[in-house]
Every structure is written in C-alpha cells, then in structure tokens.
C-alpha cells in the first residue's frame, strides 16, 4: 500500500532564503507525482506535475523534481516570499483513481 | 465562473439534518471526486465518478450520498451526520481517470460542522 511522507511538518524560514520540501513514497510505481499548496481553510492550487518519466519540472521560483528510484520528490523555493507562506502539499498517482496525499509542511516565510 | 467552484462555503448542520454539498466544475473534465480533509491527516478519497458513472468507494459510511447528474456537477447529499464527520471536503475534477498525464484540480472546499 502507498504511503506518502513529507518532512519537515513544519518550517519557518526569513525571507529571501531559498528552501527546499521533501515527499517521499514506498512504491515507486507510480504514473506522476503532483505538488500542491493549499492555503488556510482553502482549497488546493496545482503548482506541478511530475510524470513518471520526467526528473523536474519548473515554473518560475518553483523546482519539483523526481527520482522514482529513491521514492524521492522535492519541491525548490528560490528567494522565499512572505506570500508563499501555506501549506504544501505532494501527492503520488498509481492509477485506478488512486491519489495518495501527504501530510503536507506547513510553511512560513518571515519579512 | 471558471475552474471548480463549491457551494456552501461553510455549513454548520445538527445531526438530525439533510444538507446537500453542490461541486460545479468548468474546465470540461470526464471525471470528479469527493474528498475528506481533516486535521492533521491525509486527505481521503470518498468517491469518484467517471463519465457520471461511480467507480470508487473508498468504504465510506452511508449516511454520505453522492450524486452525479451530468459530467460538469455533482453533489454530496448528507442526513444523519456525526460529530467527527467535521472537516474541510474537497471536489476535485480531472480530463482522464487514468494514465501520467492525470493532473486534478481542486475547488475551495466546504468547511462543515457538525454540531
């Protein structure tokens, strides 16, 4: 059965500092790996999708990579702002309707 | 509107009360999803319908009941709640069930408490 972890469950950092969250998975089957963030009390905003046979993908201060190998994700903030502030959430997708979410970390970022 | 939109935004029912959660998604998607999020645990999958048709059960308690009109709507319609059934659910559409392009989209929720 897959579980999906992420750690730190929590980070503050100050602002400017580039960062980087981790997910990791127990089985390396998966079709993609998709980040989320989710703001309080809000629903989730796509920030990137990983498919099984990419290593990274990029969309402007964010960095998702993938190694299926080591059932690894992570996620890069380049020069953190206090508004990326939220939770951050990964989630691994084996077909069959099959999404397994982490527990998210939730991030501050100081000004 | 545009994206997936979710009404109410907060509900706050007894347990003898019939209350129906709407999700309405705009982005031509063949599939959508019901989802649990509460504190300090993993979203849970409740249901999918693919095509208006339901496909997954995640051995969710009957007092839930979805519904699936048509391929842009669906409902949750809830009678008999619990207390711990308190949480944040999610809708979430796609365009494919299955394959590695599968990517979902989320609305904002609705923040229901059971009293």
């Known amino acids: 059965k897959q579980e999906v972890t992420q750690i730190p469950a929590a980070l503050s950092v100050p602002e400017g500092e580039n960062l980087v969250l981790n997910c990791s998975f127990t089985d390396s089957a998966i079709y993609n790996l998709q980040w989320f963030r989710q703001d309080p009390g809000k629903g989730l905003t796509s920030l990137l999708l990983i498919q099984s046979s990419q290593r990274e993908q990029t969309s402007g201060r964010l960095n998702a990579s993938l190694d299926k190998s080591s059932g690894r994700s992570t996620l890069y903030i380049a020069a953190s702002q206090p508004g990326d502030s939220a939770t951050y959430l990964c989630?691994?997708?084996?077909?069959?309707?099959?999404?397994?979410f982490g527990t998210g970390t939730r991030l501050k970022v100081l000004a | 509107e545009t994206g997936v939109t979710q009404t109410p935004r907060h509900l706050v029912m007894g347990m003898t009360n019939k209350k129906s959660l709407k999700c309405e998604q705009h982005l031509g998607h063949n599939a959508m999803y019901w989802y649990k999020q509460s504190a300090k645990k993993p979203l849970e999958l409740m249901f999918v319908y693919s095509l208006e048709e339901r496909v997954e059960n995640n051995s969710v308690p009957s007092r839930f009941s979805p519904e699936c009109p048509n391929s842009s709507h669906l409902f949750l319609h809830l009678h008999t709640l619990q207390p711990e059934d308190s949480a944040l659910y999610l809708c979430?559409?796609?365009?494919?069930?299955?394959?590695?392009?599968?990517?979902?989209?989320f609305g904002p929720g609705t923040r229901l408490t059971v009293l």
């Open positions: 979430a559409s796609s365009q494919v069930v299955a394959g590695p392009h599968n990517e979902q989209f």
């Open positions: 989630a691994s997708y084996s077909g069959t309707y099959k999404y397994i």
